[in-house]
């Protein structure tokens, strides 16, 4: 398991939902097209406090996998607690934790952002089920 690279599609949240939806797919065709992976992992949805982020984490995560199946990857999806079991080895850690994991993992020069370190567990999990 190696580092590739990771990044922060940014739509701009002063646009509506339906234009930033749009552009958080292009730039994962992009990311797509450039690195060519083999399948994709996401994280289940998970109860949020506030309704309206779930509801907009949602969006976003259904747009990941419509981009992830166009480009025919299959997608495997791991609840958080998945996910912080296989890169923690405890399923309620904390980011910190996960960060420092991440790190460790990957043998990163630098803690990884938690945006980041998220998505690199959520991979690090994917690869570990395989």
Do not use: W
């Amino acid at each position: 398991m190696r580092f590739v690279a990771c990044g922060v599609i940014r739509a701009d949240h002063h646009r509506e939902i339906p234009p930033r939806l749009l552009e958080i797919h292009q730039g994962l065709c992009e990311v797509i097209a450039q690195h060519r992976p083999e399948r994709a992992a996401v994280e289940d949805i998970f109860t949020a406090v506030n309704p309206r982020s779930a509801l907009k984490l949602g969006h976003a995560r259904g747009v990941a996998i419509l981009a992830a199946m166009q480009h025919g990857l299959p997608v495997a999806e791991y609840t958080p607690r998945v996910v912080k079991q296989a890169v923690a080895g405890y399923g309620q850690a904390s980011k910190e934790q996960v960060q420092q994991m991440v790190r460790a993992l990957l043998n990163l020069a630098a803690t990884p952002s938690q945006d980041a370190a998220d998505a690199l567990a959520v991979a690090i999990c994917g690869a570990n089920h395989l």
